[in-house]
C-alpha cells in the first residue's frame, strides 16, 4: 500500500513569507494527490487537487507542484489565516499524510 | 449550495454498533457524477478514509481494508442521505467521523460534513 511522508512535522514562520511543504509517496502516484488545509475545530478543506489544480474559491497564493512521488505545497506569502494544519491525499487508497502543522513563529 | 447534515448519537458502548447518517441538500446521493464518503480522524491514526457508496446505473460499495468486515455504508434515496454502519466497536474507534462528497470536478473530497465527535466507552 501506498504510504505518504509529510515533511517537516512543523514549520514555524511569519507572515508574508514563502512556505513550502512536502509531501513524498512510497510509491508512483502520477499526479492524483490533492493538498488540505484544516483549522482547529473545522473539516478538512481542499485546495489543490491533481497535484497543480486550485479548487474552487482557493487564492492565488497557494500552488501546487510535483508527480510520481515529491510533491510541494507552497504558500507564495503567508497570511493570518493560513496557519493551520497541512494534509495531503493521494487517490489510488484515499490514504492521507501525517499533516504538516504550520505555525506562527 | 450544497451541504451534508450530519446526525448520530455521541456515545456507543464498546461490543455495539456505532450508527450515522448525513442528509444531503442541493445534490442528489444518487448523482452519478459523485461518491458520498466516510472519513475519521483521532489522535492516535490521523486522518482515515473509511468508505464510500456511488450510484453508476447500480450501486457500488468501497471500504478501507481496516474496517471491511463491520462497516456497511448504505444510501437512502427516500431521503436523500446515506448512513454509516461501524460494527463491535471498541475505544478505538473514538474518532471524530465526518462524511464527505468526491466528485466533478476535482473527484476528491470537496464537500464536508462539520463532524461527529463519538466516544466508544462504557
Known amino acids: 500500500e501506498i504510504v505518504l511522508t509529510q515533511s517537516p512535522a512543523t514549520l514555524s514562520m511569519s507572515p508574508g513569507e514563502r512556505a513550502t511543504l512536502s509531501c513524498r509517496a512510497s510509491?508512483?502516484?502520477?499526479?492524483?494527490l490533492a493538498w488540505y488545509q484544516q483549522k482547529p475545530g473545522q473539516a478538512p478543506r481542499l485546495l489543490i487537487y491533481?497535484?497543480?489544480n486550485r479548487a474552487t474559491g482557493i487564492p492565488a497564493r497557494f500552488s501546487g507542484s510535483g508527480s510520481g512521488t515529491d510533491f510541494t505545497l507552497t504558500i507564495s506569502s503567508l497570511e493570518p489565516e493560513d496557519f493551520a494544519v497541512y494534509y495531503c491525499?493521494?487517490?489510488?487508497?484515499?490514504?492521507f499524510g501525517q499533516g504538516t502543522r504550520l505555525e506562527i513563529k | 449550495q450544497v451541504q451534508l447534515q450530519q446526525s448520530g448519537p455521541g456515545l456507543v458502548e464498546p461490543s455495539q454498533t456505532l450508527s450515522l447518517t448525513c442528509a444531503i441538500s442541493?445534490?442528489?446521493?444518487?448523482?452519478?457524477?459523485?461518491?458520498w464518503n466516510w472519513i475519521r480522524q483521532s489522535p492516535s491514526r490521523g486522518l482515515e478514509w473509511l468508505g464510500r457508496?456511488?450510484?453508476?446505473?447500480?450501486?457500488?460499495?468501497d471500504y478501507a481494508v481496516s474496517v471491511k468486515s463491520r462497516l456497511t455504508i448504505k444510501p437512502d434515496t427516500s431521503k436523500n442521505q446515506f448512513s454509516l454502519q461501524l460494527n463491535s466497536v471498541t475505544p478505538e474507534d473514538t474518532a471524530v467521523y465526518y462524511c464527505?462528497?468526491?466528485?466533478?470536478?476535482?473527484?476528491?473530497?470537496?464537500?464536508w460534513g462539520r463532524g461527529t465527535l463519538v466516544t466508544v466507552s462504557s
Open positions: 464527505a462528497r468526491d466528485g466533478s470536478p476535482s473527484w476528491y473530497f470537496d464537500l
Open positions: 491525499l493521494q487517490r489510488s487508497n484515499w490514504r
Open positions: 491533481d497535484a497543480s
Open positions: 442541493g445534490d442528489s446521493v444518487s448523482s452519478k457524477s459523485a461518491a
Open positions: 457508496t456511488y450510484y453508476r446505473s447500480k450501486w457500488y460499495n
Open positions: 510509491q508512483s502516484v502520477s499526479i492524483y
